[in-house]
């Protein structure tokens, strides 16, 4: 039925205009236009052929606003911001280079040609990409990239969405003891009986296996706990970005009356302080002493630590052909070709951005069928933190490092094994269903994902499936 009505639109549309205006380039009526110097050599492609739909606060060309076609187009306008804002890179990360994933998302739609979309070009001839385009596209991303991000990659393997992951920077080995300490102490909590490595165990994939982890006198909680694993990769933390950083983070679990279910640092404290080993090791570190901001920089400062290099497929980015099967290279192009690079790039294969759970079909409505369904307001994603609605059921892409270790899956919790989570994936997030034959390949990829902790595999439950 909506192709009809467009069809119409179209033809309505093409008498109105002549097929001068029609070649005519985008018309933005932009309020201010941010510089687009980011993009380098595509940024004329990019802020006449793409910029009208993925940007918000630019108005929609003229021809919008013509009956009939302003319903299609300003469904496009939504579903495109929906699939990628480039307002977050002009503005909010105006003085941040281009990121991963914008690249990652400009290469799959260039490759695989389907930007703009063919129901709009069919209206707008100008804004067709040429064959030309195309290569200029794809030329900058796989620069941009080099430059940028494939530091430690073999010049090969220079043009993968995914990187190598490297150790960070050495801290002062007294402060990381310390932080280690202050992670497994259970004085942190309230009565004394819950550490952070209760639910972020080290041999356990740096998670608990639950579905929600278990707090203090056995309060349950209402989300799944990521791994503390590669953490410090993510651009912000927590599932719906409420933390900045690992330090920030740190000062939550504390004081959740759910989790350790401390009053304040003062009553923490009171309990550490009458530790005199550990005091002396703290003074050592910290001249100021005991405070919850010195508490917090030791921990995240352990926890810049939890960084798992040497998986097969680190190997394989940095040259090994051998490292990987042929099965497991090809659940890797796979896991290209299905979208999934999109969103999971990067050393940590994800935390780099927030997308939509239900970008391409009903999540929530398709999971009230599942008798363990309970709709709760983590459910609301980043919205959850930001408060607007723009930002509801857009959650932090989880890293994929480890991930055989890490199950159950996603933020609820409730996809057991790694073929359910794909075919969500699949389904609501890179709307393409997953065959079968397919998903074996891509799990068979993910589990080279696994690596090193302090030289050893990292420790945990393998799914089976
Ligand atoms: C007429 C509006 C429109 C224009 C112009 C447009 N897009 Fe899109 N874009 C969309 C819509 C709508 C979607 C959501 C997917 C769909 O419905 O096909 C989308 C999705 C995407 C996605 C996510 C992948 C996906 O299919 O969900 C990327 C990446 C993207 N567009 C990049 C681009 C680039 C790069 C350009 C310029 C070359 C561009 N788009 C031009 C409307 C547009
Ligand atoms: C009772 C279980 C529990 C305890 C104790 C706990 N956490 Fe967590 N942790 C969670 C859950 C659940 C989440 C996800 C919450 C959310 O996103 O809203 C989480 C999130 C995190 C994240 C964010 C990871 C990401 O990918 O966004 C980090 C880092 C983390 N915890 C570290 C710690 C540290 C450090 C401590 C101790 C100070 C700690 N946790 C104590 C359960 C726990
Ligand atoms: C549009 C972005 C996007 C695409 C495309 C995408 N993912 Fe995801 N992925 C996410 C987000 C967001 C989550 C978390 C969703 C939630 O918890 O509600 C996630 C979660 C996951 C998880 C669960 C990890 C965990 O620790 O809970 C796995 C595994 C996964 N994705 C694999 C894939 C695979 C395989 C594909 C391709 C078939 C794919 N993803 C495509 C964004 C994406």
């Not at 490297?166 to 942190?188: C, F, H, I, M």
Request: net charge neutral.
């Amino acid at each position: 039925m909506g192709k009809n009505t467009f069809c119409t639109a179209t033809l309505a549309l093409a008498a109105l205009l002549g097929s001068a205006a029609m070649n005519a380039p985008a018309v933005m009526a932009a309020q201010e236009k941010p510089s687009m110097e980011k993009f380098a050599a595509v940024s004329g492609i990019v802020g006449e052929k793409c910029m009208p739909c993925h940007s918000k606060g630019y108005d929609l060309p003229f021809y919008s606003k013509i009956p009939g076609i302003k319903d299609i187009i300003e469904k496009d306008y939504r579903d495109g911001l929906r699939a990628l804002d480039l307002k977050t890179e002009l503005v909010e990360r105006k003085d941040a280079p281009v990121s991963e994933v914008t690249l990652a998302k400009m290469e799959w739609v260039t490759e695989n040609k389907t930007m703009p979309p063919a129901k709009f070009t069919a209206v707008h001839w100008g804004s067709r990409m040429s064959d030309v385009d195309h290569k200029a596209v794809l030329d900058w991303v796989a620069t941009t990239r080099a430059k940028l991000y494939a530091t430690n990659a073999a010049p090969k393997r220079a043009n993968e969405p995914i990187q190598p992951i490297q150790p960070l920077p050495q801290e002062s080995p007294a402060k990381v003891a310390l932080g280690e300490k202050l992670y497994n102490d259970k004085r942190l909590s309230g009565d004394n009986t819950v550490a952070c490595v209760t639910c972020h165990q080290l041999d356990q994939g740096g998670i608990d296996n639950l579905r929600y982890s278990e707090g203090i006198k056995k309060q349950v909680g209402g989300i799944n706990a990521p791994t503390v694993f590669n953490a410090a990769f993510n651009v912000r933390q927590f599932w719906n970005g409420r933390a900045a950083d690992l330090q920030e983070q740190a000062g939550g679990p504390p004081f959740n009356p759910i989790e350790m279910g401390s009053k304040d640092w003062n009553e923490v404290i009171a309990k550490l302080k009458e530790d005199k080993e550990l005091t002396e090791a703290f003074t050592a570190v910290y001249a100021d002493g005991w405070s919850g901001k010195n508490i917090t920089d030791a921990i995240a400062a352990f926890e810049r630590t939890l960084v798992t290099p040497d998986s097969r497929f680190d190997l394989w980015l940095k040259g090994d052909d051998k490292a990987l099967t042929e099965q497991e290279l090809r659940g890797y192009n796979l896991f290209k070709a299905y979208r999934c690079a999109s969103c999971h790039t990067g050393k940590a294969v994800g935390g780099q951005s927030f997308e939509y759970v239900d970008l391409k079909g009903p999540y929530f409505a398709d999971r009230a069928k599942n008798p363990n369904d309970k709709p709760s307001d983590e459910d609301l994603g980043l919205m959850g933190f930001t408060k607007n609605p723009d930002d509801k059921h857009r959650f932090k892409v989880p890293t994929l490092r480890n991930v055989e270790l890490t199950a159950p899956y996603m933020h609820d919790g409730l996809a057991l094994t790694l073929d359910e989570t794909i075919d969500i994936m699949g389904k609501y997030l890179s709307g393409m269903n997953v065959p079968p034959k397919d998903r074996e390949d891509i799990t068979a990829f993910l589990r080279t994902l696994t690596g090193k902790y302090k030289g050893e595999p990292v420790k945990g439950s393998v799914v089976k499936k």
